[in-house]
């Protein structure tokens, strides 16, 4: 009967809420570790699942290794579950109602410094369709902290290169304006004529030699292989973007200025970036500062 009710569930899902298949995926593994554990504990129906048995579950899954966000993860689709029984009259509780997965670590992203960037950006180009593309792709992330869904959807009306801006589409079919530096106009510029002769296929920016539309992978392995190339270290373009923010705030200690630049929603998203600046302050003061060795120092 459970199962059934998750395939029902499930159905539901896919073909009236329409979610994509790898979510579909997501949620079914999920509510498929609850059902195990149910049939465990000698649960036989949902509406027998109450919130210290689901508790119990998110807690040996903790001691297990799983992340907090993928537990916050599980308690959303069971939620979701819950809140489709609830309606067909299946059930009256939902035993996740109040339930928070353990806090996590909170692990500070990775970013290039300063002179570690412009590493990667000021080496020689070559004149070439591949070599220009690349360097507008590097160019525009750091220049502009988007987001690789944002570079893989751009397409040549989004740009305004005489203005130096570019309008994006975020999260949330949220658009925003962007201001485009120096460096990557001159690379956007250096790369168009390039693109051109490729015969496009549509009017995305970036295109591979067939005229096609860069996807996510292509611009992931690209930019990998750049970080290898140049800096002899694994790259992503989320670092370059968490760079540029990192850099941005540093300069200008602007935190709402950045949550804009980025599309954030909340601004507590942001603020992951003045830890970045502290640490910034930090490594001066203990560089710096001629009493900062005691902090390291044996007193008691």
């Not at 004149?127 to 944002?150: N, T």
């Not at 800096?231 to 968490?242: A, D, E, I, S």
Request: charged residues 25%; glycine residues 6%.
């Amino acid at each position: 009967m459970m199962e059934r009710q998750l395939d029902a569930y499930c159905e539901h899902l896919r073909s009236e809420r329409q979610v994509s298949p790898h979510t579909l995926a997501a949620y079914r593994r999920d509510l498929e570790k609850v059902l195990g554990w149910c049939q465990k504990q000698n649960v036989g129906s949902w509406q027998a699942l109450d919130i210290q048995r689901l508790r119990s579950l998110v807690a040996r899954l903790h001691q297990q290794g799983q992340s907090s966000r993928s537990l916050a993860r599980l308690l959303s689709a069971v939620r979701g579950l819950y809140h489709y029984l609830n309606r067909e009259g299946l059930c009256d509780h939902d035993p996740a109602t109040g339930l928070a997965p353990p806090k996590g670590e909170r692990r500070l992203p990775k970013t290039l410094d300063t002179d570690r960037a412009l590493q990667l950006l000021e080496g020689a180009v070559e004149d070439d369709f591949l070599a220009r593309r690349d360097q507008a792709i590097l160019e525009l992330f750091y220049s502009s902290g988007l987001r690789l869904s944002e570079l893989t959807g751009l397409n040549l009306d989004q740009l305004d290169l005489a203005d130096g801006m570019v309008q994006v589409l975020g999260k949330g079919s949220k658009t925003r304006l962007l201001p485009i530096g120096r460096k990557a106009r001159e690379a956007l510029e250096l790369w168009l004529p390039l693109r051109a002769l490729s015969n496009p296929a549509d009017d995305a920016v970036f295109v591979s030699q067939q005229g096609r539309r860069l996807g996510p992978r292509a611009i992931q392995v690209r930019v990998k292989a750049a970080g290898e190339r140049e800096l002899g270290q694994n790259l992503h373009p989320h670092m370059l973007r968490h760079s540029f923010a990192s850099h941005v705030l540093e300069s200008s200690q602007d935190l709402r200025a950045v949550q804009e630049l980025l599309g954030h929603s909340d601004i507590k998203t942001t603020q992951i970036y003045t830890h970045l600046d502290f640490q910034h302050l930090a490594t001066v003061y203990d560089s710096a500062h001629p009493r900062a060795k005691r902090i390291k120092g044996d007193e008691s």
